[in-house]
Structure formats: structure tokens, C-alpha cells
């Protein structure tokens, strides 16, 4: 049964319509495809480049996924590796310090998992890779994230779940850059709260006419 509308709601590409009264008895199999329409569209791309690695050969041009406003993605396959690079967009200048140490955790992370793809980050200036490539998005707060793919990963056995954890990557950067700005924020309220007690406890008592009397100071 077919599901997608053919026009599309305002501000959408794609609209599933459900008829709740007459749902299939496989409604759980209809809800995960469903669940799985991005990342399905995403590994069409995917599939071709690693079947073109897994083939030994180099693609003669890098495919460009404009996955989010101002934001893309690019792959492109050579005979020993598929590389996938993202462009992200940092609004907030705190998410670049916070985006850095994360970046660099994950390219440190290589040197504990030897089996981990391997990651390269800059801000700014784009991987040579993209050398030549129109429509770059550059600037300070602009920043490229590089992942190396290799057969290990890229192999019938495990190409679908390196699809499932690449295709979301800029969605759980973003989210952890927030759940950490989040997190700072709270340890900076408590923190604040814990100084005015302190301070609260410090001031000086009243004096009363007895105190004023026997010169007693608070």
C-alpha cells in the first residue's frame, strides 16, 4: 500500500498520510519504515559509493547532499577508502569551543579503537578535498568534519549500520553541543546560588540599643 501524498504539506519534500481507522495488521512494519524514510534517502547515495570502493573504483565526481539549510554533505570513493566530509554552520560562538573539544574527542577516540573510522575536523578554511568544489560554505564559523571510511566499514556486512550512525552525525553534534551548553548553564545557577547563601550567611547582624550600649559589633 502507498502512503506518500503526491503534493507534499507546505514547507515539506515528502508527506506520509495513515489512515488511523483502517491501519495494516503489520502497523509495526508500516511505523519503522516510516521512521526509516530519511536515512533510506540518505543510503541511496551511500550504497552507490561504497559498491563503488568495494568495486575498486575512483568516482570522478563527489556527490553534494544539502542535508540542512546552508549545510551539505559530500562523498566521494577512491579504490581503498570512501570519504564523507560535512559542513556545519555555528550560529553561537560558544558552539565552536564547545564543538572543538567534542571534534577532538572523537579524533582522539582513533587511538583507543584502532577499528574506528578516521576523523579529521578544521574551521574556516575547507579539506583540500574540496578543492575546486562550487558553493563552499566558508567563514570563522563554519566548520568541516572529515570521516575516512575503509572496507571494515564500508563491506556488505557492515555498510548498513555505518549508514545508520554517519547520516545523523550532524544532528548529534548539534544536540550534544546544546545538551553541554545546557549542563554549564545549570552548574553555573547552582554555583551562583551556593556564593549568595555565602554571602546571606556573611552580613552582619542588627544591632540592638543593648549592643550599642556594651559596643558589641556584628
Not at 2 to 27: M, N
Request: hydrophobic share 35%; glycine share 4%; net charge positive.
Amino acid at each position: 500500500q502507498w502512503y506518500q501524498r503526491r503534493v507534499a504539506i507546505t514547507a515539506g519534500d515528502v508527506t506520509l498520510k495513515y489512515d488511523l481507522a483502517s491501519l495494516p495488521d503489520d502497523k509495526d512494519a508500516v511505523a519503522k519504515k516510516a521512521s526509516l524514510l530519511k536515512r533510506n534517502c540518505f543510503s541511496a547515495v551511500f550504497e552507490k559509493y561504497f559498491k563503488m570502493q568495494e568495486n575498486e573504483t575512483a568516482s570522478d565526481k563527489m556527490a553534494v547532499i544539502h542535508y540542512h539549510e546552508e549545510e551539505a554533505m559530500y562523498i566521494s570513493a577512491q579504490t581503498d577508502r570512501v570519504t564523507v566530509i560535512f559542513s556545519t554552520l555555528f550560529k553561537d560562538p560558544d558552539d565552536i569551543i564547545i564543538g572543538r573539544v567534542f571534534l577532538q574527542e572523537f579524533k582522539d577516540a582513533r587511538k583507543q579503537y584502532q577499528q574506528a573510522p578516521q576523523v579529521l575536523y578544521s574551521y574556516g578554511e575547507p579539506p583540500r578535498e574540496l578543492a575546486g568544489q562550487p558553493g563552499v560554505l566558508q567563514g570563522d564559523n563554519v566548520g568541516f568534519v572529515t570521516f575516512v571510511l575503509f572496507p571494515r566499514h564500508t563491506n556488505p556486512s557492515n555498510r548498513d549500520n555505518t549508514i545508520n550512525l554517519i547520516h545523523q552525525f550532524r544532528t548529534y553534534l548539534h544536540y550534544h553541543i546544546k545538551c553541554s551548553k545546557a549542563y554549564l548553564h545549570s552548574r553555573m545557577r547552582s554555583k551562583t546560588s551556593t556564593f549568595l547563601k555565602v554571602l546571606n550567611r556573611a552580613k552582619p547582624e542588627a544591632m540592638t540599643d543593648k549592643d550599642k550600649k556594651y559596643g558589641k559589633r556584628g
